[in-house]
């Protein structure tokens, strides 16, 4: 057991070493479905780590109306729901579901439970964490990484600066526009 678990570990570090972009990673929607990130090849994304007890979970609302506005031009927001930071995402993936269907009316997609720091931080927060610019551990619910049609991190945007802030919108407006 203790080797099969090693294997793993290495085979995540060894995924974490060659990844050169947010499509090399494949992660579990929401319902338990895999979801490979090279399926939103050519899309500018929002990936966002959420949680439904947080004094940021109101920025649901504003991501929510951001997606809407933009989904057309080729924006799509995920979130990650995370249970890292005082146990504000204690739900089973089909609570977190519920809750933000019916108190948000998310409707952009949302993967299965993560951990977005930490020991068994899950290797695309390793990747995103791990960037130059845009690096650095996560310090709590509502962070934010843009990436560009090409699958780069362009921006990262801390938790208080709320998805439809001038900042995010010029920047998401920005990457749009580029092709």
């Keep these: 057991m203790r080797r ?5 570990a290495f085979m995540s570090v060894l995924a974490f070493a060659s990844s050169t972009s ?3 990673f494949t992660l579990n929607s929401i319902d338990g479905q895999p979801v490979a990130l090279n399926s ?3 899309k500018v994304l ?3 780590n959420v949680a439904s007890r947080c004094g940021y979970t109101p920025q649901y609302s504003a991501l929510e109306s951001v997606y809407e506005k933009y989904k057309d031009r080729g924006l799509v927001i995920i ?3 995370a249970n890292n930071f005082g146990a504000q995402e204690p739900g089973t993936n089909e609570e977190i579901k519920t809750f933000c269907t019916r108190k948000y009316n998310v409707s952009f997609p949302m993967m299965s439970k993560v951990s977005v720091k930490g ?3 899950t290797p695309l927060y390793k990747y995103l964490t791990g960037m130059p610019k845009t690096g650095g551990e996560i ?8 990436v560009d049609r090409d699958g780069n991190v362009v921006a990262r945007f801390e938790p208080a600066t709320t998805p439809d802030s001038p900042e995010v919108i010029s ?3 920005k990457t749009l526009a580029a092709k």
């Excluded at 310090?139 to 843009?146: E, G, S």
């Design 139 to 146: 310090q709590w619910n509502f962070t934010k990484f843009l």
């Design 119 to 121: 020991g068994d931080q």
């Design 22 to 24: 947010v499509y090399d």
């Design 40 to 42: 939103y090849k050519g």
């Design 4 to 8: 099969l678990a090693l294997f793993f």
């Design 171 to 173: 920047a998401l407006e």
């Design 46 to 48: 929002l990936l966002v």
């Design 79 to 81: 979130g990650f729901p």
